[in-house]
């Protein structure tokens, strides 16, 4: 069992004149509700240009906890051509997404909806956590009339431990809101083989939020009125440095805080990260200050995110791993999924530290390696308050 993160606020043993002490309040759940809102949509059709949607400020009705971006085209009548989506795609579609905070500073990216969808496939957010394997999901291709449409839904992790729930932001003035904005990706990024009729999109965005706590349950019992560690936040960064094939040792230019997981894609001269996966390093040796805590061949990766992550279907099909795409997770200390965690193994990371990454890249010519940091800063700086002790 997960043990809270935040102690029961309380009044003192005893009360004034010997009285018994008042009891010990109820956690924040039973004096909130659940609130759905969908408030968001931009419809049009998809050009040679990326197209910008108007920004979207989430609603202001207590604490943000989640958000949804679903993205629909329709490229009926296509007449012969024999679609076929780019590498990426077409998750990629979504060219650039951000979540800002309240003074306009990414919470959450920049990133591509691909890079959205691989961070939540490896953060252990959900029970459900790769949207390929989702009724939601489709890619058609080859020569149907509807060859090129697609659909996915993907989930953009606010809070970061539901049970809690950790990592809610408040969200209650209009006048210092949240922002999301997306940009839509060009025909010619998104297949190699465009459909005769350039689809159409729909763009929704949904918000799940937590009601301010209303201090009583059901029963008129007190409850604790914010999220335990309320200000908590899950961050996401990305940074990319070419790696030439050959010997490499690169410091990784790491972010302050405590790490839930690290995403490593390689990708080629050419942008593949087919080849990518083949060129990776075997072993790889990734080091922090003195020591090297991971050193791994590549196929012992590959085992070691089966048994966190449970993807063991056939690579780059749903259900199982990408081509090029390598995590070394730290929340494994609670359950047997990468995600059920306890906060106890994040590993920390300061301005003073050297974090970096070893190994023999295969191949030949200039790789590419991106590194998205999958990282929470605690409230007021101090770890303790994410955990229970």
């Not at 996915?152 to 922002?179: C, D, H, K």
């Not at 190994?359 to 991106?370: A, E, K, R, W």
């Amino acid at each position: 069992m997960a043990t809270a993160t935040a102690q029961p606020q309380q009044a003192p043993a005893q009360g004034k004149g010997g009285k018994a002490a008042p009891p010990v309040l109820r956690p924040f759940f039973p004096g909130t509700l659940d609130l759905e809102t969908h408030t968001y949509v931009k419809t049009g059709t998809l050009t040679t240009s990326q197209i910008p949607l108007d920004t979207f400020y989430p609603k202001t009705n207590g604490f943000l906890a989640d958000l949804w971006i679903e993205m629909e085209t329709n490229a009926t009548p296509n007449t012969n051509a024999n679609t076929a989506f780019n590498e990426d795609f077409p998750l990629r579609a979504i060219s650039v997404f951000t979540l800002s905070d309240t003074g306009g500073q990414p919470i959450l990216g920049p990133m591509t909806g691909w890079e959205l969808a691989q961070f939540v496939k490896h953060g252990g957010f959900s029970f459900s956590d790769d949207p390929t394997q989702s009724q939601t999901y489709k890619a058609t291709t080859g020569t149907s009339t509807a060859g090129g449409s697609f659909s996915f839904i993907l989930q953009i992790p606010v809070q970061f431990v539901r049970r809690e729930p950790l990592g809610v932001l408040p969200n209650t003035n209009s006048n210092n809101a949240y922002a999301v904005d997306i940009t839509i990706s060009t025909l010619a990024q998104i297949y190699s083989v465009a459909p005769n009729t350039a689809p159409t999109y729909k763009v929704s965005v949904y918000q799940d939020s937590y009601r301010q706590s209303s201090g009583k349950d059901a029963q008129k019992n007190s409850t604790v009125t914010t999220p335990p560690g309320l200000g908590a936040v899950l961050y996401l960064r990305r940074n990319t440095m070419d790696l030439s094939a050959g010997s490499v040792d690169e410091e990784l230019s790491q972010q302050e805080g405590s790490y839930r997981a690290l995403h490593f894609v390689l990708r080629d001269s050419n942008g593949s990260r087919l080849q990518g996966d083949a060129d990776w390093p075997d072993p790889v040796q990734i080091y922090f200050n003195n020591d090297v805590p991971y050193d791994r061949t590549k196929r012992f990766w590959i085992r070691r995110m089966e048994r966190d992550y449970g993807y063991v279907a056939a690579v780059n099909t749903p259900g199982g791993r990408d081509y090029g795409v390598f995590t070394l997770p730290f929340i494994t200390d609670n359950g047997l999924k990468a995600g059920s965690e306890d906060r106890y193994k994040y590993l920390s990371v300061s301005a003073a530290d050297t974090l970096g990454f070893r190994g023999v890249v295969g191949g030949s010519g200039t790789h590419v390696l991106t590194t998205m940091y999958n990282f929470v800063r605690p409230p007021g700086g101090n770890i303790k308050g994410l955990t229970a002790r």
